[in-house]
């Protein structure tokens, strides 16, 4: 009989003299034994013989909980330990049992007045603070359930388990430092723990300490060579730092392990994509889109994945971060514009040097503050850029989240009384979309930052009647709201640097220059065909693409030979910084965009730089947001509807000296006169939206769909 058994027993026996009452102790102690053994159906026979002899054995009442809750049946299981706590109300095991079957239930609020309780009886007991700390994880109170794992390590002789769950509360709350401390003394008890190992790579990872990070996930692979977490968070670090080589090298490896594992699976198709490595990739990314997991949605939308897929890629997702968060919503308080400013609060990590902050800028600074109050919550820190110290300054109020966990942030932000919270992330690189899930603002936007639907957390999507029609609203958990013109902003007052000379961006001189500055993973095997046959269809012409990874650029490199085309054609844009990339847009002739993904930001560069925009519409919203550039700028002309029809029209533009010319021309006449760039009307239509979204809110209807009218 081991150690607990014989605790179980010097707690529950019982002692009445009499032949009886030894009688009754004799069946407990088997039956404790047999418990402990996990032989449950003759434990439940002895126990109820106990019972028999004796109704009110507050013992044998608590472990036939014990046994119900081992079986599933967590009803029976509470009502036998409130029995038992009804005969001896001080029982500390029959308390923390209770709180663990409450937990199972989602009692949570109970659960935990009952471990409370255990540890006011008995504040040594360290089976209680650890169900306690669990349950208030649980509910995302990781402040709390910090406090309750540090006093079971100041309790008991420290374990490897304890530090663990003390490391992931830490982490949790964003304190990585002090977590990765409390996994490195798990390690230091335990070092043959993959899982440990795991975890102390994640909160280093956390620290912006990539190599040591690195080294912990591959200890953790080398003790347990099927530990796939570790193989699919080492291959997103290499991934990061821009060896993709050694990222796809890990992704491969679990995959001859585990050839099934989901996750991996998709996770080294978009890397694939990524590095344009595309022998077989089509018909895995079909497989992929044809399955019910939860994928990141924002890999599923370079997938070729239809709107209806999107959506329920995007609503998994979403279903993915549970059901636990507190709604925080405030009850509609009447404002009126004569009675205070309606609050606008933008969420977002990318309030630094990034494309978004790029575009949305002059729009926080032209914010119409008679009306509104705008603050920033920046889950990012400083980068020292320009683009930072201008961002802070247009904001009334720039508030760092950063340290915050998702719940404190979201308290927080609903503590300042916004009234529209407005994302800027959706699900791209560093989101925290969590945070969403608290409702912490009675209305939430999905806006700029994600080209597609959330599946849940935003009540509305800014779009416009291009890029989103509205018979396109089945395919969007938001309801869609129409600006006239453009959903995306701009920044006039980019600069554009001095020119370089051809020979400076390596382009030859006289050659007609073919551009597309997007990013790698945007680019296909059916739009890299279509730009080699444009090459061979246009003697001495080039492609111009930005600087890619040295494994992307030789499977270009690879991919124009296998199309007969000289790879030397095939020039690469060293990234700069924007004023001079734009400056050298001058030398290309026609920017040719990518399908299923257009170019945003990119798309706006160009055509801000006076680069006319070639693009393919789609059925989605990411696959339409050039087209919608194209007819904010006045340039409709240039959105083709299928990929025959923007080969066709690309070779026309690049033989037509005259017809390219008259785009040049219409271009340069609409930058400063059409929608795309008048920021000013732009914000005018924005802020339109924001109180049209108010008064439905303040109404007390339900969102619906709406466009606004031009002002």
């Given at each position: 009989?081991?150690?607990?058994?014989?605790?179980?027993?010097?707690?529950?026996?019982?002692?009445?003299?009499?032949?009886?009452?030894?009688?009754?102790?004799?069946?407990?102690?088997?039956?404790?034994?047999?418990?402990?053994?996990?032989?449950?159906?003759?434990?439940?026979?002895?126990?109820?013989k106990?019972?028999?002899?004796?109704?009110?054995?507050?013992?044998?009442l608590?472990?036939?909980?014990?046994?119900?809750?081992?079986?599933?049946?967590?009803?029976?299981?509470?009502?036998?330990?409130?029995?038992?706590?009804?005969?001896?109300p001080?029982?500390?095991?029959?308390?923390?049992?209770l709180?663990?079957?409450?937990r199972?239930l989602?009692?949570?609020?109970?659960?935990?007045?009952?471990?409370?309780?255990a540890?006011?009886?008995?504040?040594?007991?360290?089976?209680?603070?650890?169900?306690l700390?669990n349950?208030?994880?649980?509910?995302?109170?990781?402040?709390e359930?910090?406090?309750?794992?540090e006093?079971?390590?100041?309790?008991?002789?420290?374990?490897?388990?304890?530090?663990l769950?003390?490391?992931?509360?830490?982490?949790?709350l964003?304190?990585?430092?002090?977590?990765?401390?409390?996994?490195?003394?798990?390690?230091?008890?335990?070092?043959?723990?993959?899982?440990?190992?795991?975890?102390?790579?994640?909160a280093?990872?956390?620290?912006g300490?990539?190599?040591?990070?690195?080294?912990?996930?591959?200890?953790?692979?080398?003790?347990?060579?099927?530990?796939?977490?570790?193989?699919?968070?080492?291959?997103?670090?290499?991934?990061?730092?821009?060896m993709?080589?050694?990222?796809?090298?890990?992704?491969?490896?679990?995959r001859?392990?585990?050839?099934?594992?989901?996750?991996?699976?998709?996770n080294?198709?978009?890397?694939?994509?990524?590095?344009?490595?595309?022998?077989?990739?089509?018909?895995?990314?079909?497989?992929?889109?044809?399955?019910?997991?939860?994928?990141?949605?924002?890999?599923?939308?370079?997938?070729?994945?239809t709107?209806?897929?999107?959506?329920?890629?995007?609503?998994?997702?979403a279903?993915?971060?549970?059901?636990?968060?507190?709604?925080?919503?405030?009850?509609?308080?009447?404002?009126?514009?004569?009675?205070?400013?309606?609050?606008?609060?933008?969420?977002?990590?990318d309030?630094?040097n990034?494309?978004?902050?790029?575009?949305?800028?002059?729009?926080?600074?032209?914010?119409?503050?008679e009306?509104?109050?705008?603050?920033?919550?920046?889950?990012s820190?400083?980068?020292?850029?320009?683009?930072?110290?201008?961002?802070?300054?247009?904001?009334?109020?720039?508030?760092?989240?950063?340290?915050?966990?998702?719940?404190?942030?979201?308290?927080?932000?609903?503590?300042?009384g916004i009234d529209?919270l407005?994302?800027?992330?959706?699900?791209?690189?560093g989101?925290?979309?969590?945070i969403?899930?608290?409702?912490?603002?009675?209305?939430?936007?999905?806006?700029?930052?994600?080209?597609?639907?959330?599946?849940d957390?935003?009540?509305?999507?800014?779009?416009?009647p291009?890029?989103?029609?509205?018979?396109?609203?089945?395919?969007?958990?938001?309801?869609i709201?129409?600006?006239?013109?453009?959903?995306?902003?701009?920044?006039?007052?980019?600069?554009?640097?001095?020119?370089?000379?051809?020979?400076?961006?390596?382009?030859?001189?006289?050659?007609?220059?073919?551009?597309?500055?997007?990013?790698?993973?945007?680019?296909?095997?059916?739009?890299?065909?279509?730009?080699?046959?444009?090459?061979?269809?246009?003697?001495?012409?080039?492609?111009?693409?930005?600087?890619a990874n040295?494994?992307?650029?030789?499977?270009?490199?690879?991919?124009?030979a296998?199309?007969?085309?000289?790879?030397?054609?095939?020039?690469?844009?060293?990234?700069?910084d924007l004023?001079?990339?734009?400056?050298?847009?001058?030398?290309?002739?026609?920017f040719?965009?990518t399908?299923?993904?257009?170019?945003?930001?990119?798309a706006?560069?160009?055509?801000?730089?006076?680069?006319?925009?070639?693009?393919?519409a789609?059925?989605?919203?990411?696959?339409?947001?050039?087209?919608?550039?194209?007819?904010?700028?006045?340039?409709?002309?240039?959105?083709?509807?299928?990929?025959?029809?923007y080969?066709k029209l690309?070779?026309?533009?690049?033989?037509?000296?005259?017809?390219?010319?008259?785009?040049?021309s219409?271009?340069?006449?609409?930058?400063?006169?059409?929608?795309?760039?008048d920021?000013?009307?732009?914000?005018?239509?924005?802020?339109?939206?924001?109180?049209?979204?108010?008064?439905?809110?303040?109404?007390?209807?339900?969102?619906?769909a709406f466009?606004?009218?031009r002002?």
């Amino acid at each position: 009989m081991n150690r607990k058994a014989r605790r179980a027993i010097a707690r529950y026996a019982e002692r009445p003299a009499g032949a009886a009452g030894s009688a009754v102790g004799v069946l407990f102690t088997r039956a404790v034994a047999l418990l402990q053994a996990k032989r449950l159906e003759e434990a439940e026979t002895l126990y109820l013989k106990v019972l028999a002899a004796n109704p009110n054995h507050a013992g044998s009442l608590n472990h036939l909980g014990v046994i119900a809750r081992a079986r599933g049946d967590l009803e029976k299981a509470v009502s036998f330990i409130r029995r038992a706590l009804t005969i001896r109300p001080d029982d500390v095991s029959a308390l923390v049992n209770l709180g663990g079957v409450l937990r199972l239930l989602g009692e949570y609020e109970e659960a935990i007045s009952a471990c409370r309780k255990a540890i006011s009886l008995k504040p040594a007991s360290t089976e209680a603070y650890t169900n306690l700390g669990n349950l208030l994880m649980e509910i995302k109170r990781p402040h709390e359930a910090v406090f309750a794992f540090e006093e079971v390590l100041k309790i008991a002789p420290p374990t490897p388990n304890a530090y663990l769950r003390l490391g992931i509360a830490l982490a949790e709350l964003k304190r990585m430092e002090a977590a990765a401390e409390a996994y490195e003394k798990a390690v230091a008890l335990d070092p043959g723990s993959a899982g440990l190992h795991y975890h102390l790579g994640n909160a280093l990872l956390g620290m912006g300490r990539d190599a040591p990070a690195s080294e912990a996930f591959k200890k953790a692979i080398a003790l347990d060579p099927d530990f796939a977490p570790a193989y699919i968070n080492l291959a997103a670090l290499l991934q990061a730092r821009g060896m993709l080589r050694e990222a796809l090298t890990v992704h491969a490896e679990l995959r001859g392990r585990q050839p099934d594992h989901a996750q991996n699976n998709f996770n080294y198709c978009f890397l694939r994509n990524y590095a344009c490595d595309w022998d077989g990739l089509a018909d895995e990314q079909s497989r992929l889109l044809q399955t019910d997991n939860r994928f990141v949605p924002f890999s599923v939308l370079a997938m070729n994945a239809t709107p209806a897929q999107q959506l329920a890629f995007a609503k998994r997702w979403a279903a993915g971060f549970g059901d636990q968060a507190i709604c925080l919503t405030r009850a509609p308080a009447a404002i009126g514009s004569k009675r205070r400013k309606l609050r606008l609060g933008y969420l977002s990590s990318d309030f630094n040097n990034h494309a978004t902050v790029h575009l949305v800028s002059e729009l926080i600074e032209r914010h119409d503050r008679e009306r509104f109050e705008v603050s920033a919550y920046c889950y990012s820190r400083d980068d020292g850029s320009p683009q930072r110290s201008r961002i802070r300054d247009a904001f009334d109020r720039f508030i760092e989240i950063i340290d915050l966990p998702d719940s404190l942030a979201a308290r927080r932000i609903h503590a300042d009384g916004i009234d529209i919270l407005v994302d800027l992330k959706g699900y791209t690189k560093g989101t925290r979309s969590q945070i969403l899930k608290w409702r912490p603002a009675p209305i939430q936007v999905n806006y700029l930052g994600y080209p597609g639907t959330l599946g849940d957390f935003a009540d509305y999507i800014v779009a416009d009647p291009f890029i989103a029609p509205m018979d396109h609203q089945p395919f969007y958990s938001e309801k869609i709201v129409h600006l006239p013109d453009c959903y995306q902003p701009n920044d006039t007052r980019k600069v554009i640097g001095e020119a370089p000379s051809r020979y400076a961006c390596g382009l030859p001189e006289g050659a007609f220059v073919f551009c597309s500055f997007n990013n790698t993973y945007k680019i296909t095997p059916e739009v890299f065909d279509i730009w080699m046959r444009l090459l061979q269809a246009v003697p001495g012409s080039v492609l111009w693409l930005l600087e890619a990874n040295p494994l992307v650029k030789n499977n270009l490199a690879r991919e124009a030979a296998m199309r007969c085309v000289d790879p030397a054609r095939l020039v690469f844009a060293p990234k700069m910084d924007l004023p001079a990339h734009l400056a050298r847009h001058v030398h290309a002739d026609i920017f040719l965009d990518t399908l299923p993904v257009n170019a945003h930001t990119t798309a706006s560069d160009a055509l801000w730089a006076g680069l006319p925009v070639l693009t393919c519409a789609g059925y989605s919203f990411v696959s339409r947001v050039a087209g919608s550039l194209l007819h904010a700028i006045g340039l409709p002309e240039l959105v083709t509807s299928s990929l025959e029809e923007y080969e066709k029209l690309a070779l026309k533009l690049a033989t037509d000296a005259g017809l390219l010319a008259g785009f040049r021309s219409r271009l340069a006449a609409n930058r400063l006169n059409a929608p795309l760039f008048d920021i000013a009307r732009y914000s005018r239509d924005l802020e339109a939206a924001y109180w049209r979204i108010w008064e439905i809110h303040e109404a007390g209807e339900t969102p619906r769909a709406f466009a606004v009218e031009r002002i």
